[in-house]
């Protein structure tokens, strides 16, 4: 079984530099990774935040803050990746991207590295697949926000070899997670059971039920959510929520899975939630 000291993630953004956070807070060499130093830089600066607020707290002493700081190094060459145990992409959820990047990492990444995606619906099979490793391709889907939030669904692909999936439960256990094993299919559990529960909220919305406080309302006092539907698809991303529900309908040819009209309208009208200033609520930034 591989161990996994130094780590690669692709992508500094929301998800990105969560992982990141909690892999160096963990003890692990970390290369932070995007397109451009202003991502990295604002990825680094988010995790510095989070790590000052523990400090704040007396989760952390300063000494500690800065071990973990000291682990992190940022890169915009994905040939940084020259040298890692692991790779995750955490790039945005669009196939051609992310297949870019897996090219790119199985022809820079040493051959035992294990290349892993953040994915939270599109296929990893077919990922593994565009690959001379697709034995070592594997989904490590973490929720948002990482530091946070103690799951991470372990996706095994149709190829994934079981040693790829020893050497992942360990590093997600390792970094404090509970890691629960999903096979391949879109969506995967998450996804499959919240995204058709949020479309559902918007459907709601869409034919006059009730509107976006009521109907969160409902969810959060009547089946103790601790947050409400729509409130959660601000938070997550309109965008985000269309493509899970567009992979959802396409992966399975099921109407249930139809992305509500209304939901299509928001995206196309800029009002993505929270990241945007506007979604199902209106956002003071």
């Not at 995204?195 to 103790?224: F, H, R, S």
Request: include cysteine; proline fraction near 4%.
């Amino acid at each position: 079984m591989k161990s996994i000291e130094k780590i690669m993630v692709v992508g500094a953004g929301q998800m990105g530099s969560g992982i990141a956070q909690v892999a160096a807070q963990a003890g692990l060499q970390v290369v932070l990774n995007d397109i451009q130093s202003d991502y990295t830089q604002h990825g680094l600066a988010t995790i510095t935040r989070n790590l000052s607020r523990n400090v704040s707290k007396g989760r952390m002493t300063e000494a500690e803050q800065a071990a973990v700081l000291s682990r992190i190094t940022l890169s915009t060459a994905l040939e940084d990746a020259g040298d890692v145990d692991l790779a995750v992409e955490a790039a945005t959820e669009n196939m051609e991207i992310k297949v870019k990047i897996f090219k790119e990492l199985d022809r820079i990444a040493p051959k035992e590295a294990i290349l892993a995606s953040n994915t939270s619906s599109l296929p990893i099979t077919e990922i593994g697949a565009v690959t001379t490793r697709p034995e070592q391709v594997i989904g490590m889907h973490f929720m948002n926000p990482v530091p946070v939030m103690k799951l991470v669904e372990l996706i095994r692909g149709l190829a994934t070899s079981d040693e790829t999936y020893e050497s992942v439960y360990n590093l997600a256990v390792h970094m404090g997670k509970t890691a629960v094993e999903v096979n391949d299919f879109p969506g995967f559990v998450s996804n499959r059971v919240l995204l058709p529960m949020i479309n559902e909220a918007i459907y709601c919305v869409y034919e006059g039920v009730a509107t976006p406080q009521a109907i969160d309302e409902v969810m959060k006092l009547g089946m103790n959510h601790p947050m409400g539907p729509l409130t959660l698809a601000d938070f997550i991303g309109l965008d985000t929520c269309l493509a899970i529900m567009e992979v959802l309908y396409e992966g399975f040819g099921d109407s249930k899975y139809r992305p509500c009209p209304l939901l299509r309208k928001y995206v196309k009208a800029g009002w993505l939630g929270k990241k945007s200033g506007r979604g199902f609520y209106v956002y003071e930034n």
